[in-house]
């Protein structure tokens, strides 16, 4: 699927050159970019007549994913918790890294195909992806900031007013402008061309040991939490883990009061999941092997199939989202006309 960012049509710009030839160009437009869900797929559920995606906005949103500005002492933009080689997740990190030397409490997850998610964070405390920013920025561990303090320091910034001037008919630096733009950069991180779907398209084949990993995946129940094509119900679950007596993350009962819900956090995509790690909502398991073994226990599955199972997920991996350099923050986004 690898016309799904349709979008991406420079023009004269070709990706190969478009960071030499492209940042040439100064001006800036503001057509709605297309979003096209591949096929097949559920809908979206992100109200995209709110916050029609364009290239200003893109651009905008990417600029404030990646910059320190939005943490109290610059070291901790959105993009250190969740980079892009990683799936956008925290390589190697079961907590992340806040504000004065201080942690995370639970494992950032991975970002992608947030359009089709109504609930966010591992707990399901936040329903709007467009108020989800403003959980890490104001957390003390995390950013550490105010609202205020950083509108204040964008406002004072020498590119930030003709940014959001573009990007929004009112141009105004405020809380709904900046995490609407932030929105615009994180929905069109679409995980939808891995080895796997190229498979489902016809264009690629599972080997053997893929092929046997999948019929695994779909005969051993995977697919009851992890459903295709999204792999995740987005539903909460107990995964039979014992709560750390330390943190004593009770998970989904935090947010509903609900004894039922105890231990219970929302079920993670499997897209990506070999640069995800470690695992879980703590980051418990480093490893996939570790992640089999635990599951193991429930769904029987002897040494032999939860390799065959690893083999599969790596067939989730997606580099049209790891390597693209759209996202990445070493590269402008190249402010054109773009033909959809």
């Given at each position: 699927?690898?016309?799904?960012?349709?979008?991406?049509?420079?023009?004269?710009?070709?990706?190969?050159?478009?960071?030499?030839?492209?940042?040439?160009?100064?001006?800036?437009?503001?057509?709605?970019?297309?979003?096209?869900?591949?096929?097949?797929?559920?809908?979206?559920?992100?109200?995209?007549?709110?916050?029609?995606?364009?290239?200003?906005?893109?651009?905008?949103?990417?600029?404030?994913?990646?910059?320190?500005?939005?943490?109290?002492?610059?070291?901790?933009?959105?993009?250190?918790?969740?980079?892009?080689?990683?799936?956008?997740?925290?390589?190697?990190?079961?907590?992340?890294?806040?504000?004065?030397?201080?942690?995370?409490?639970?494992?950032?997850?991975?970002?992608?195909?947030?359009?089709?998610?109504?609930?966010?964070?591992?707990?399901?405390?936040?329903?709007?992806?467009?108020l989800q920013p403003l959980a890490p920025?104001?957390?003390?561990?995390?950013?550490?900031?105010?609202?205020?303090?950083?509108?204040?320091?964008?406002?004072?910034?020498?590119?930030?007013?003709?940014?959001?001037?573009?990007?929004?008919?009112?141009?105004?630096?405020?809380?709904?402008?900046?995490?609407?733009?932030?929105?615009?950069?994180?929905?069109m991180l679409v995980s939808a061309d891995?080895?796997?779907?190229?498979?489902?398209?016809?264009?690629?084949?599972?080997?053997?040991?893929?092929?046997?990993?999948?019929?695994?995946?779909?005969?051993?129940?995977?697919?009851?939490?992890?459903?295709?094509?999204?792999?995740?119900?987005?539903?909460?679950?107990?995964?039979?883990?014992?709560?750390?007596?330390?943190?004593?993350?009770?998970?989904?009962?935090?947010?509903?009061?609900?004894?039922?819900?105890?231990?219970?956090?929302?079920?993670?995509?499997?897209?990506?999941?070999?640069?995800?790690?470690?695992?879980?909502?703590?980051?418990?398991?480093?490893?996939?092997?570790?992640?089999?073994?635990?599951?193991?226990?429930?769904?029987?599955?002897?040494?032999?199939?939860?390799?065959?199972?690893?083999?599969?997920?790596?067939?989730?991996?997606?580099?049209?989202?790891?390597?693209?350099?759209?996202?990445?923050?070493?590269?402008?986004?190249?402010?054109?006309?773009?033909?959809?």
């Amino acid at each position: 699927m690898r016309n799904l960012l349709t979008w991406i049509s420079f023009g004269l710009c070709s990706v190969a050159v478009f960071a030499l030839a492209c940042n040439k160009q100064k001006d800036v437009v503001t057509e709605p970019i297309v979003f096209k869900a591949p096929d097949g797929w559920p809908a979206t559920v992100y109200d995209f007549n709110a916050n029609p995606i364009t290239n200003a906005g893109f651009a905008l949103g990417k600029k404030l994913f990646y910059d320190g500005k939005l943490s109290k002492d610059g070291n901790f933009p959105c993009g250190s918790c969740h980079q892009q080689f990683a799936a956008f997740s925290n390589y190697d990190h079961d907590f992340s890294h806040g504000f004065n030397n201080q942690f995370t409490t639970r494992n950032a997850p991975a970002l992608n195909n947030l359009a089709w998610q109504s609930a966010f964070h591992r707990d399901g405390g936040i329903s709007n992806l467009d108020l989800q920013p403003l959980a890490p920025i104001t957390a003390p561990n995390e950013m550490a900031e105010t609202i205020p303090h950083v509108l204040a320091k964008l406002a004072a910034d020498p590119d930030y007013p003709a940014l959001f001037k573009a990007a929004f008919a009112d141009g105004a630096i405020n809380t709904a402008n900046m995490t609407k733009a932030l929105s615009q950069f994180m929905l069109m991180l679409v995980s939808a061309d891995a080895k796997y779907d190229q498979v489902k398209a016809g264009t690629a084949s599972f080997d053997v040991n893929e092929a046997a990993g999948y019929a695994l995946f779909q005969s051993k129940g995977c697919t009851n939490c992890h459903a295709e094509p999204l792999f995740t119900n987005n539903a909460y679950v107990n995964d039979n883990l014992p709560v750390d007596p330390v943190r004593n993350d009770v998970g989904r009962m935090a947010i509903t009061g609900d004894a039922a819900d105890y231990g219970k956090f929302k079920v993670p995509s499997l897209r990506n999941v070999a640069f995800s790690f470690p695992y879980m909502h703590d980051g418990r398991f480093g490893s996939l092997s570790e992640v089999m073994s635990h599951y193991a226990q429930t769904i029987s599955l002897n040494a032999g199939e939860q390799d065959l199972l690893i083999a599969f997920l790596q067939t989730l991996t997606d580099s049209s989202l790891t390597k693209n350099p759209l996202f990445s923050p070493d590269v402008d986004v190249p402010q054109v006309h773009i033909h959809n």
